[in-house]
């Protein structure tokens, strides 16, 4: 990528400044190539774990949602991880924007299940959507993937008439 050529070009040019400054017999030491060796180095710890896992699981959220929903449940999503259901994977899942529409997913009947992710973005755009699924919504599963913050989270309302 552009960025990771910039800091290449960045860490060689410090390098040639350092050896310039350390240099052996008028001879400058290779520090700039060495650096970038070290970045290649330190880049390849990460692999396991960046490889190991889906950036974001999506296929597993969903097997997982529509294994455990009734006929007569509902399920839905909100926030940004909500176009990657709808659009790429082409599900039918209701769309949350507002806690209106959780109740009036709740009043269909059944329970309300909702995949989503990035719960912190959804509480800057719509902290009562949040806080309505933070009071109501039980913990089910949650499919890790390797963006920060980005685990699909799968929970569930429960049907209306069985709230406590």
Not at 30 to 59: C, I
Not at 130 to 140: L, Y
Request: glycine share 10%.
């Amino acid at each position: 990528s552009a960025a990771s050529d910039v800091y290449k070009r960045q860490t060689l040019v410090l390098g040639d400044a350092v050896a310039a400054r350390v240099a052996r017999g008028g001879r400058p030491l290779p520090v700039g190539p060495a650096l970038v060796g070290l970045m290649v180095l330190a880049s390849l710890v990460g692999l396991g774990y960046n490889y190991r896992y889906p950036k974001q699981d999506y296929e597993g959220a969903i097997a997982y949602v529509e294994a455990q929903a009734a006929d007569t449940d509902t399920i839905a999503t909100t926030g940004d991880g909500a176009w990657p259901l709808l659009d790429v994977h082409h599900r039918e899942y209701a769309l949350v924007e507002t806690v209106a529409d959780i109740r009036t997913l709740r009043e269909r009947g059944g329970s309300l299940w909702m995949v989503f992710t990035f719960p912190l973005y959804i509480e800057a755009a719509a902290p009562e959507v949040m806080d309505a699924i933070d009071a109501g919504c039980e913990d089910e599963a949650v499919f890790p993937g390797t963006i920060g913050g980005g685990d699909l989270i799968v929970c569930r309302f429960p049907p209306l008439d069985q709230e406590g």
